[in-house]
């Protein structure tokens, strides 16, 4: 057999996908999972939607659709985008496999073997894997807990031999990292990056999971700013407001990027699914994403506040978190010289699991943090999970 | 902004495209789309297994799957693909986003910028798209009644240069050629490949749909020959069997590439819709598929006949085609210096559209040939429409 190519050669399995296996354990408090809980997902709705399509739209969803999107959809796409403000008329919209695919797209219409990437640390593992997936270099940023830390991603463009291509940034609760940006880093990024020979990729996942209307506010796509000072290609996703098994998601930019996209799309899988399409479509034209996410607002709210107080009930005082104003995480910081694995071992051991921070590191290294998702955990398991998590993390500091 | 990675440069538009505009116009006969006809879809078995499902399984449906695919869907597949003598126990399995998305991830996992690809030609566009979109060198081979032509695969090696690493072929039903391979003709080609430093490709999305007890007989894929004299990614796909629009295909293939297949699709889309792989698995499970197929084979059969039968009523004599055992295509070969172009624009301006030769090219050229496809076409408007398309060759022959 040949031998793989350069590309395959670097592809490690993420240390993500073992804990995955422990987490599908009865007996095993998971915080490890970045997804909704099966028990939120609006079955009824799409039971409802499903059984009164007419036989015309399903035969639709049996069909192939065109590359960019069944057209109904991108046009409910970008109603619902309108409502946010975005420049859904000046743009155009596609639709991907999930916001990953829309990651991965971008990447490949950009990325030539050993381009440079400038991401955020810690970052999404999908956007990590994708970068990769094309022989990117990854430069990589800290964040505060008002967003991407300006003077180190400033510095990053002082070596003129590297000149990012690619900056990607996930402003609003952060996966893994769980803040948003302030409107003023908002402004600093986009003020640095105007003129630079650049694209921002704005992922935005999150987006309707704040947790009040003083938060709501900070949700503003920097996409919405017009004319834009660098090109931004805006990131949104089905999978955190309808379900990820959809695998719907889209990718808002200027018809020069998305004409591109198109021609991606056709050699990696001419369209995504027709049939979750025809759903989503309908979900988006009826209205029922309203009611639905301002339901998963208050639980997820709720969640965040039972794990949040635990933490500060349990953890020692050199552990760190910013308690998050919105979406899945919880990030905990701990002493430079600790190891998370360590206490993911000892955790594990007692019953509670979340994700090592490494993992979420371009570069596989920084490891005193973790992940704790309270978006799949049950109330009454969380409280019972985060002291046995607050107990590793107290033995270790001893 | 920055400009486009050298693979996105490459990419164009393909012709296909606007032809399909044209096909959704009610007063135009296409025989363009190489698709299921809407009718044809078993929406009735579907809505039953939907309204069936357990709400556990419909909230799986909702949810992340595991990369390689929703573990009841890989063992029905594999139950199913064991029914054919491949060889699912000494192989992985991988859930894709439909056949394209298979072959897509093959070529990810061997081609660098540069390698070559043996193709057929005619070729899948699909197949010749995602193979450009890693920027390989295509080299392609043309087709006789029984398959690819030994003397000119052969010669493809000879230049030691250029070392072919994958060899993609698609020997049943080929999308655009409608011709199946002899049997012969596949230990030809694997005696020849045996030993070699390069992978065979076995695309195989029509193997279903034979016309007849004794065509079935061909349809034996060389991924059943064990030991593998070269390794094969043996590719299928629900599109024909179910629908497109639920975007599902798989990849046989050794443990070693599956594993690096995860990978990639990890960075690609993380999992294939789970919500269509719910319904899919059930389908196979319940044994729904085989009454289907029964049926769709009747029906194609049927429109092949007609379409083949006005052929030879219609056509004059220098024009050629093979009348196919299966699928969904007939591939008709004009004299060298007819232009396909010309006919198209002369029978679309009558009523009646089709696929110009060069679109399956993978170099763009030839063009004294185009692709019928019967699949999508009701029976009572194939005769008039080859009527058409037939006038339009006799007037350019004359």
Redesign the interface.
């Given at each position: 057999?040949?031998s793989?190519?350069?590309?395959?050669q670097e592809?490690?399995?993420?240390e993500i996908r073992d804990l995955m296996s422990l987490a599908t354990r009865p007996d095993i408090i998971s915080f490890a999972?970045g997804?909704?809980n099966?028990?939120l997902?609006?079955?009824k709705e799409?039971?409802e939607i499903?059984?009164n399509l007419s036989?015309r739209e399903?035969?639709?969803?049996?069909?192939?659709?065109p590359t960019p999107g069944y057209p109904p959809l991108i046009e409910s796409v970008k109603e619902y985008l309108r409502t946010k403000n975005l420049p859904v008329d000046s743009n155009e919209l596609i639709i991907t496999?999930?916001s990953?695919?829309a990651i991965?797209i971008v990447a490949?219409?950009?990325?030539?073997p050993g381009?440079t990437v400038i991401t955020e640390n810690p970052c999404f593992i999908?956007g990590t894997?994708?970068f990769?997936?094309?022989q990117a270099n990854i430069e990589s940023v800290p964040l505060d807990a008002d967003g991407i830390i300006m003077d180190q991603l400033k510095r990053k463009f002082d070596d003129k031999s590297k000149n990012p291509?690619l900056v990607y940034l996930s402003p609003y609760f952060h996966n893994p990292a769980g803040i948003i940006y302030s409107e003023k880093r908002k402004m600093e990024v986009l003020h640095f990056l105007a003129g630079k020979?650049?694209?921002l990729i704005e992922d935005d996942p999150y987006n309707e999971l704040y947790f009040d209307e003083k938060s709501k506010q900070l949700t503003v796509p920097m996409k919405t700013i017009q004319p834009e000072p660098v090109?931004i290609c805006y990131i949104g996703s089905f999978?955190k407001i309808?379900?990820?098994?959809?695998?719907l998601g889209w990718l808002l930019a200027?018809p020069?990027?998305i004409s591109?996209a198109q021609?991606?799309k056709?050699?990696?899988?001419?369209?995504?699914?027709?049939?979750?399409q025809v759903?989503a479509n309908q979900f988006l034209a009826q209205g029922k994403l309203k009611s639905y996410v301002e339901n998963l607002r208050i639980i997820y709210a709720r969640r965040m506040k039972i794990m949040n107080d635990c933490l500060k009930a349990n953890m020692p005082p050199e552990v760190k978190w910013v308690e998050p104003k919105g979406g899945f995480y919880i990030w905990v910081e701990l002493p430079e010289n600790i190891d998370s694995l360590q206490i993911m071992k000892e955790s594990a051991a007692k019953g509670a699991i979340f994700v090592i921070g490494k993992t979420f590191d371009p570069h596989g290294v920084r490891n005193n943090c973790f992940r704790l998702a309270f978006s799949h955990t049950p109330e009454d398991k969380i409280e019972k999970g985060v002291k046995i998590v607050s107990e590793a993390v107290k033995a270790k500091l001893k």
């Open positions: 057999m040949p793989f190519s350069k590309c395959v592809m490690r399995t993420s999972g997804m909704p099966n028990d997902f609006p079955v799409i039971d499903y059984n036989d399903k035969k639709i969803g049996f069909q192939y659709g496999a999930g990953l695919q991965n490949k219409l950009f990325i030539d381009d999908g894997s994708a990769k997936s094309y291509r020979d650049c694209v090109p999978s309808l379900g990820p098994g959809m695998r200027s020069e990027i591109k021609l991606a056709q050699s990696i899988d001419a369209c995504s699914s027709t049939f979750t759903l």
